[in-house]
């Protein structure tokens, strides 16, 4: 069973920047896909941005040009580089395996997550 551990959230300014990290076991991490998932009050979780074991890549439109997904398959770790943050980025970020054609589906059970804010 894959667990999850997501870390590095915090409270930023907007134009700011913070890096996600998000520890995955209990699976074969290097084959997999990974994805960054975010969900804000009264809103639905939304993709952020995915990464393929092959290093394809998959961002929201809202994030595009500003975060950077990667992944180091030795430390069984995916990354999340967020720059120029906006108050609008401010929510609950997840990790997880993903699937599908746009890898968009997650697969496996969500962790605590870990919360951004971003003050204006």
């Known amino acids: 069973q894959v667990q999850l551990v997501e870390s590095g959230g915090g409270l930023v300014q907007a134009g700011g920047s913070l890096r996600l990290s998000c520890v995955a076991s209990?699976?074969?991490?290097?084959?997999?896909?990974w994805g960054w998932y975010r969900q804000a009050p009264g809103k639905q979780r939304e993709l952020v941005a995915a990464?393929?074991?092959?290093?394809?890549?998959n961002y929201g439109d809202p994030v595009k040009g500003r975060f950077t997904i990667s992944r180091n398959n030795v430390k069984n770790t995916v990354y999340l580089q967020m720059n120029s943050l906006k108050p609008e980025d401010t929510a609950v970020y997840y990790c997880?395996?993903?699937?599908?054609?746009?890898?968009?589906?997650?697969?496996?059970?969500w962790g605590r997550g870990t919360q951004v804010t971003v003050s204006s």
């Open positions: 997880n395996q993903v699937g599908g054609d746009g890898l968009r589906i997650p697969l496996a059970a």
């Open positions: 209990g699976s074969i991490f290097n084959i997999n896909a």
């Open positions: 990464i393929s074991s092959g290093g394809r890549l």
